[in-house]
């Protein structure tokens, strides 16, 4: 692995607590724990891993239309997150771990009902290969049912890491590097990092609470649906947050989507929601009318068969004002990555780590 800025060690064995076992936890953990020297101590603190966690339910491809809205004080920094994260993905998305991590490369169309207004540093000047930009012919054939037509779209080469895949391998990682795990829910970060030389604050909407009561911490609830639909080979990303990406596995289901509503914490499923997916997907690739009928055998349904799964819920740990990766005492906070958790998890780990070795370095503690 490489990143905290390209393995840069600090020099005396330390005890790292690690609060949160999503993306962002296990990707500052992992390298935390190759950033310190032998004989340093990694913890992951957390009270759900795996399926439990948020990370879980993201779609997985790396879309990302504007780091100003990332660090809107600070661009040129969550352009550097972006790159890092990115590089890494692909170096795993093009090597042999590629399939065992569930990071594979991903052609993807994003198509909107006019051109986004400028904005710097977007995806398009950061995909491998550049984008190219899609004719109004190109738009009116492949995508005629979208209600009014669409004005722009462009194609481009990603990255596609399923959560489902990606973070249970970056867990084995960190396990068969000696690193431990506790499940418990914590208190407050002085619980988490008691005998520790400094604590990782990674716990998505539980982070703002932790670091003392962030007011800017809130959920950003999404609901997806995953039908089978092999034939779907390229991500798709439409007005309205419309979505659907293939996943990692070979054979396994497609994840569509979605909905972004802010300040909800529900963690229901609604069918009202799951019918306007069902629409608006639909509407964008008419080819996923057959997946949602082969859910239980009713057009249009959804449902748990062999075929598909129960729509998931997840709710996006956002905060105005952007991710916040901060130290702060003996603590070091990376958290309110909203939707962008597996694009920035590593870049933002990367920063993270950066800042808790230059902690540990003078000598800040518990």
Known sequence: FQS???????GRPARVAVVGAGLVGASVA??????????SSVTIIADAFNAGTTSWVAAGAFRVESVEELSPD???RAERWCR??????SRLAFGPAGPRAGVAPLPIVQVAREPPPRRRYAYSDMAPGGCRELTPEELLTQFPDWPGGLGFGIESLSVLADPRLYLPWLLDQFLAAGGR???????????AGAGADLV?????????????GDPAVHPVRGQVARVRAPWLKRGFYGPDSTYAYPSAAPGDLATVGGVRQAGDYCL???????????????????????????SDGRPGATGATSTSQP????????????????????AVHCYGHGGHGVALSWGTAAEAVELGLARLDGGAKL
Do not use: K, M
């Open 84 to 89: 890092d994260s990115l590089r890494h993905l």
């Open 268 to 294: 229901t499923a609604r069918e009202s929601d799951a019918a306007d997916i069902r629409t608006r997907a639909v509407r964008l690739l008419p080819g996923l009318a057959a997946a949602f009928a082969d």
């Open 30 to 39: 992992l390298q935390a724990q190759s950033a310190l020297p032998p004989g």
């Open 200 to 212: 990782f604050n990674c716990a998505g909407l539980e982070a703002g609470r932790l670091a003392g």
């Open 311 to 330: 729509d998931f819920v997840g709710l996006r740990p956002a905060r105005h004002g952007g991710i916040r990766v901060a130290a702060e005492g003996y």
């Open 74 to 76: 600070s661009p040129d």
């Open 4 to 10: 905290a800025r390209e393995q840069q060690r600090w």
């Open 181 to 191: 795990i506790e499940r418990r829910r914590v208190a407050s970060l002085e619980e």
